[in-house]
């Protein structure tokens, strides 16, 4: 059975799913983690990076780790367009702690000044499996709102990495920043209806749902 293991890095995660020595990554954190995450990744046989969707804080370091470790990447076509321009889809707010980390997420985004090229990508699809990378107890899970490609992992049924769909900056909630409110909010109950889960956020620790 797959487990996962968070690299904390920051306000933000990125995990490691392994079973035995083989491992996928989900995400990679900003650019000053990429050798924290790198040596992490050492301790297995990689097989897959897994981007839950294309803001920088969660894919900066993929083509550099996706060359280090020779894996390949996986994303929804959905969230391509976010690689080029992180603006390329407009977020919103509703709360005062949600605006005030929209400001400070507009600002990162505009002075990003390059993400690598992604080439060759894996596209995924809700209800996708990874059984051709060695876990077939991993599913692909749609989670858009946040953005229009954000997706989910469901490991085992025990464990859901759900990237930005959900956060846990200062407390369990939906995401703060959404593009299409509507869409997020059909996530988090789709969340809530596949059942217990330990649940895995790109920012905040885990928590059970």
Known sequence: MSNVLRIACGNGN??????????ILVDTCRGKYRQKVLNACRQFQLRLLVLTHGHLDHVENAA????SLNIP???HQADLELLEDNLKQHLSAHSILGKIVLAASIKTFQMAEY?????????????DSLDSYGFPDIKIVGLP????GSIGLDVAGQDLIVGDALMNMFYPTV???YHDKEAMQKSAEKI???GPRLIHFGHGKPVKN
């Not at 709102?145 to 229009?148: A, K």
């Open 64 to 67: 550099f780790l996706s060359q």
């Open 175 to 177: 995401s703060m920043l």
């Open 73 to 75: 990447i996986a994303m």
């Open 192 to 194: 809530e209806r596949l």
């Open 14 to 23: 990125c995990y490691l799913v392994f079973n035995g020595k083989n491992a």
């Open 115 to 127: 993400i690598p090229a992604i080439t060759q990508a894996v596209f995924l699809e809700d209800g």
């Open 145 to 148: 709102g946040h953005t229009n």
